[in-house]
């Protein structure tokens, strides 16, 4: 099972190990700034130009809930564990017939100009497609990187910090090469020789460090496969003992080329596999910590956990807390967690697929926002990524509606270039600064958020309306729609000297949604679809800035907002541009 902050940067020279020269690598910003920019805090920016006119303080008491933002506090960093992605299988890169691997890099460089994309995950590295493994007539192992170069040169340039998923099985080096999955054959198979497959693993960290640097390869993650319990053996053929035992050759082959690499896993399907009694939660860090390994000198080499979260809010926000509770439990209270696949419902091409609608954008700011405030709360960590599942239509795990613009996919863009709600949402949080602040919330059920400041001294806050959550995949139902609850905003400790522009962004069931354009057009296919068709999804994809001021002063702002259910509500307080 597995979708306007940031910009890239030109490539530069950069220097391998051992001073040889290695493929040039250019730098991505995934957001605005750390350290505040107001009156009060070091290094805090000179206003551009002067103050023309007064905040908004219309009175808020009478509305159904209330969001207070203190702009003044300090309440810790707040990185963008929501930079991460997945796109797929990695031979799409690769993919010429209608254009398919050109347009998905074209999805990723938008997705790291305006939605703060930092890393990536795929499946597919060691598929016969992309190469990398063969043997020779004498049964000898050859190695081929030229496919694979492509798309990691592409990663590399954009200043993409890939998480490796290292899998699948190549033909030549499986036990049972006749164990597939998808359409397009990824082998699940264990290997006929474990050490063979240590060898290839450090083959391609070698090769990497040789192209990019060591430098480089030291941002990557290296993850052991995907989802080896699910399924009754639909991703993993062998037991789990066995995938232990390839665990420990994987970090073997990556430390043995990259002593500083981070290994992990166990890559599990559902945050209930975590529980202490699964054989994936349990057993995996009880193997990790105490049992013996293949490498003596690597013993216990978890660099971070990684998971996956299929369940709705349940998995997606409870979950969390459910895994780093297990860490603490082996005194693994430093390492890392990363979710490197959720989203509303694992499963494909329903009629109205979560992902493609107001839904989806909801659920992705709830997850966040609720893990950012619970951690903030108990003075926890965070995780270091939570990749939605998936940055682009372009996916092929088998075949949906193939005729229709919304082919019942996770995506954030369609194959047509038409953004979905949940695009907008990413578009939002990429914004935020990376200092949090207070915020608070009182009212209505169902409505949540959080608040940043950035380097610049700009001030965000984001709110999500979500009723009646149901229980997602389970029964397909996920937030009830309902009607606008009014929200009173009030941002206060603002520098009275310093001009903001002020807007708003919503995006719900009309704003910012072309998938309820498509409805209501009738959701005709690609067949009958005319140019004012298309027009109009284009026309509606995006939400659009409602304005509230042009550089306004003050100490504290006010203002009334209407958020429908499901939706999700952006303001930004900018430093006003000359």
């Known amino acids: 099972m597995t979708?306007?902050?940031?910009?890239?940067?030109?490539?530069?020279?950069?220097?391998?190990?051992?001073?040889?020269?290695?493929?040039?690598?250019?730098?991505?910003?995934?957001?605005?700034?750390?350290?505040?920019?107001?009156?009060?805090?070091?290094?805090?920016?000179?206003?551009?130009v002067s103050c023309m006119g007064s905040f908004d303080t219309a009175s808020v008491s009478g509305t159904q809930s209330s969001v207070s933002v203190d702009s003044s506090s300090n309440k810790g960093n707040l990185p963008h564990f929501w930079d991460t992605f997945g796109t797929g299988e990695m031979p799409l890169f690769l993919r010429t017939d209608r254009n398919w691997g050109q347009t998905l890099k074209d999805h990723v460089t938008d997705g790291v100009q305006n939605l703060g994309v930092k890393r990536l995950r795929q499946h597919g590295l060691f598929h016969d497609d992309i190469g990398i493994y063969h043997e020779d007539g004498s049964g000898n192992p050859t190695y081929d990187f030229s496919k694979s170069d492509e798309i990691f040169?592409?990663?590399?340039?954009?200043?993409?910090?890939?998480?490796?998923?290292?899998a699948p099985m190549p033909?030549?080096?499986?036990?049972?090469?006749?164990?597939?999955?998808?359409?397009?054959?990824?082998?699940?198979?264990?290997?006929?020789?474990?050490?063979?497959?240590?060898?290839?693993?450090t083959k391609f960290v070698q090769h990497s460090i040789e192209r990019y640097g060591q430098d480089v390869v030291n941002t990557w993650y290296f993850e052991v496969w995907n989802e080896p319990e699910c399924c009754m053996n639909k991703f993993w053929s062998g037991s789990i003992d066995d995938y232990f035992k390839l665990y420990d050759y994987t970090a073997a082959g990556?430390?043995?080329?990259?002593?500083?690499?981070?290994?992990?896993?166990?890559?599990?399907?559902?945050?209930?596999?975590?529980?202490?009694?699964?054989?994936?939660?349990?057993?995996?860090?009880?193997?990790?910590?105490?049992?013996?390994?293949?490498?003596?000198?690597?013993?216990?080499?978890?660099?971070?956990?990684?998971?996956?979260?299929?369940?709705?809010l349940d998995g997606s926000v409870n979950g969390y807390f459910q895994a780093r509770d297990l860490l603490d439990s082996f005194n693994l209270q430093d390492t890392n967690i990363a979710i490197t696949e959720y989203g509303p419902t694992w499963e494909f091409g329903l009629t109205d697929e979560p992902q493609e609608t107001e839904q989806g954008a909801t659920f992705a700011v709830q997850t966040y926002a609720d893990i950012v405030q619970r951690c903030t709360k108990d003075n926890r960590r965070l995780p270091i990524a939570y990749s939605w599942w998936v940055l682009s239509d372009i996916f092929d795990e088998s075949m949906y509606r193939e005729n229709d613009p919304f082919i019942g996919c996770m995506g954030l863009t369609s194959r047509e270039n038409i953004h979905k709600p949940v695009y907008n949402a990413y578009k939002f949080l990429a914004q935020l600064g990376t200092e949090q602040v207070a915020f608070n919330i009182s009212g209505a059920a169902g409505l949540g958020g959080m608040a940043a400041r950035s380097a610049d001294g700009g001030v965000q806050l984001i709110v999500y309306n979500g009723q009646n959550p149901g229980k997602g995949p389970s029964n397909e139902t996920y937030y009830q729609s309902a009607g606008a609850t009014s929200v009173g905003v009030t941002v206060s400790g603002l520098d009275p000297q310093f001009p903001f522009d002020v807007t708003a962004y919503h995006v719900d069931h009309t704003v910012g949604n072309a998938y309820t354009v498509w409805q209501n057009q009738g959701r005709?296919?690609?067949?009958?679809?005319?140019?004012?068709?298309?027009?109009?999804?284009?026309?509606?994809?995006?939400?659009?800035?409602?304005?509230?001021?042009?550089?306004?002063?003050?100490?504290?702002?006010?203002?009334?907002?209407?958020?429908?259910?499901?939706?999700?509500?952006?303001?930004?307080?900018a430093p006003a541009a000359p």
């Open 3 to 48: 979708a306007a902050g940031g910009s890239s940067a030109g490539a530069a020279p950069h220097a391998g190990s051992g001073g040889t020269p290695a493929f040039g690598a250019g730098g991505v910003s995934g957001g605005t700034g750390g350290s505040a920019g107001i009156q009060g805090f070091a290094g805090a920016p000179q206003p551009m």
């Open 153 to 166: 040169d592409f990663f590399v340039k954009l200043g993409i910090e890939p998480i490796v998923e290292l």
């Open 171 to 201: 033909h030549d080096l499986a036990a049972d090469p006749s164990k597939t999955v998808f359409d397009w054959n990824m082998i699940v198979s264990v290997p006929k020789d474990y050490a063979r497959w240590q060898e290839l693993i």
């Open 254 to 312: 990556v430390l043995a080329a990259l002593p500083s690499g981070r290994v992990g896993g166990p890559v599990s399907s559902q945050p209930a596999e975590l529980t202490k009694n699964s054989m994936v939660g349990q057993k995996f860090l009880q193997h990790v910590t105490t049992d013996n390994y293949v490498n003596p000198g690597h013993p216990g080499s978890l660099g971070f956990f990684a998971y996956h979260s299929w369940s709705f």
């Open 524 to 573: 005709p296919n690609m067949t009958t679809m005319m140019d004012a068709d298309w027009q109009g999804l284009r026309d509606a994809m995006d939400s659009p800035a409602e304005p509230l001021g042009r550089a306004l002063c003050g100490t504290t702002f006010t203002h009334s907002f209407q958020l429908t259910s499901p939706g999700v509500l952006f303001v930004k307080f």
